[in-house]
């Protein structure tokens, strides 16, 4: 059984720095690329940012990027992964619930720029930044 768990959300003033994990289990997490999408209130679920299988590529959304750092941490000898998405000069436009993400193609080497390029999700957690 797939389970992502988020943690780190908060409330941030703007221009402050956030630091979001996800604790993945169930599978060979490390055999496969995962990310972070969030879902502001009353629009849909947009892709944030994602990280291949190896941690060797990343991938961003332009609204984020160059202040959202993704990485990884693939434990040798367990199937868990730990996901985190370092999040620096937030903005109110920040503001929504942040989901980790997981996708189901084994060592897939293509790019990542939409929701639908994953296919599994945790609960979420909520970042708030206030202005």
């Known amino acids: 059984q797939v389970q992502l768990a988020e943690s780190g959300g908060g409330l941030v003033q703007a221009g402050g720095s956030l630091r979001l994990s996800c604790a993945a289990s169930?599978?060979?997490?490390?055999?496969?690329?995962m990310g972070w999408l969030r879902q502001a209130p009353g629009k849909e679920r947009e892709f944030v940012s994602a990280?291949?299988?190896?941690?060797?590529?990343?991938?961003?959304?332009?609204s984020v990027k160059g202040r959202f750092t993704i990485s990884r941490d693939n434990a040798k000898s367990t199937v868990k992964s730990t996901v985190y998405l370092q999040m620096n000069s937030l903005k109110p436009e920040d503001t929504a619930v942040y989901y980790c993400?997981?996708?189901?193609?084994?060592?897939?080497?293509?790019?990542?720029?939409?929701?639908?390029?994953?296919?599994?999700w945790g609960q979420g957690t909520q970042v708030t930044v206030s202005s």
């Open positions: 169930g599978r060979t997490f490390t055999q496969y690329a």
């Open positions: 993400a997981a996708d189901r193609r084994l060592y897939y080497s293509g790019s990542y720029s939409r929701p639908s390029d994953f296919n599994f």
């Open positions: 990280i291949s299988w190896s941690g060797g590529m990343t991938y961003y959304a332009d």
